[in-house]
């Protein structure tokens, strides 16, 4: 049996538990929220359900000894990572996780992976709103050349970021490039954008070698994806266009659905 335990009950984190709802092997037994949304989630989940602010390693041990597959899937934020997320594998937790930007922060990849080797677990970055990261940290096996990464939206896709002050997001009738730069630039300048880049950057040439444009593009609807990458394996070019969640119109459905599929790659007897 798989404890399955969700760190943050926002747009991401209801749809998966949705999706994952009735799956033979498995139970959604534990979701950390923050205190101003304890009291609202108890309520919502009921007592088959611990709610709580902190991850329970006492109850989660319990659950360990008794043999049932422990899994905490992270889709809060940056915060929840260094709250939540290091103790949880210091402690021999397996986690998966989903705010992938945040590890552009210096030191927080080699933080994750002290963590999990002093727990004796794993820390597994999921691909989230892109695809062919399998592909891509394939090639970089044999050694990559190049990587590529364009990020296309709809300007009202970047408010909130410095891309207010240098265009008039609204105002925009064709294709604005808001930056050209590596990786580890584009996370600081445009955090809230950096899941996409920074997933590409670890799976392949690394932050600082993997370079990222920024497009603000009023002709398009959905967030569109193009990773080239080019080394000894060949060379390969995707184009994915992710339709929005309902319930979030800045997150992609294929998050939501890349965390179900791996949750189920853990319960089902053949993974893919
Ligand atoms: N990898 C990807 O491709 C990708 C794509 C989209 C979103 N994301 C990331 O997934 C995360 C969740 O996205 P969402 O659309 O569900 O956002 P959301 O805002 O709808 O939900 C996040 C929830 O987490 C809660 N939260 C924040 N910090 C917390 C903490 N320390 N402890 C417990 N709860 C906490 C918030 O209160 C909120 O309810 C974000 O970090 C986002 O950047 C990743």
Redesign the pocket.
């Known amino acids: 049996m798989m404890q399955l335990t969700l760190?943050?009950?926002?747009?991401?984190?209801?749809?998966v538990a949705s999706r994952l709802d009735g799956e033979p092997g498995l139970r959604l037994a534990q979701v950390?929220?923050?205190d101003?949304?304890l009291a609202s989630v108890r309520q919502q989940l009921g007592d088959s359900v611990v709610v709580a602010?902190q991850l329970d390693h006492a109850l989660m041990r319990e659950w360990q000894q008794n043999r049932d597959h422990v899994l905490v899937l992270?889709?809060?934020?940056?915060?929840?990572i260094d709250?939540?997320v290091l103790p949880a594998l210091a402690a021999g937790f397996e986690c998966a996780l989903?705010?992938?930007?945040?590890l552009s922060e210096e030191g927080l990849p080699q933080a994750i992976e002290a963590a999990a080797l002093s727990g004796q677990t794993q820390a597994h970055l999921?691909?989230?709103?892109?695809g062919g990261i399998d592909a891509l940290a394939s090639a970089q096996l044999l050694g990559l050349d190049s990587v590529h990464y364009v990020g296309r939206k709809p300007p009202m896709g970047f408010l909130g970021t410095p891309a207010e002050a240098v265009v008039d997001l609204s105002a925009l009738t064709q294709p604005h490039v808001l930056l050209k730069a590596s990786a580890r630039e584009a996370a600081r300048l445009y955090p809230?954008n950096a899941?996409?880049a920074a997933?590409v950057s670890l799976a392949g040439l690394g932050l600082d070698a993997t370079q990222v444009e920024l497009i603000a593009d009023p002709s398009v609807t959905q967030n569109i994806h193009e990773i080239t990458a080019r080394g000894a394996f060949g060379e390969f070019h995707i184009t994915l266009k992710g339709n929005p969640?309902a319930?979030?119109p800045?997150?992609?459905a294929?998050?939501v659905l890349?965390a179900v599929r791996f949750v189920l790659n853990q319960v089902r007897p053949i993974t893919i």
Not at 7 to 15: R, T
Not at 74 to 80: D, I, L, P, R
Not at 98 to 102: C, N, R
């Open positions: 760190i943050g009950w926002g747009a991401i984190g209801q749809a950390i929220v923050t101003r949304r602010t992270e889709c809060a934020g940056h915060s929840a709250r939540h989903l705010s992938i930007g945040a999921l691909s989230g709103a892109i809230k899941n996409v997933t969640l319930s979030n800045k997150t992609s294929l998050t890349s």
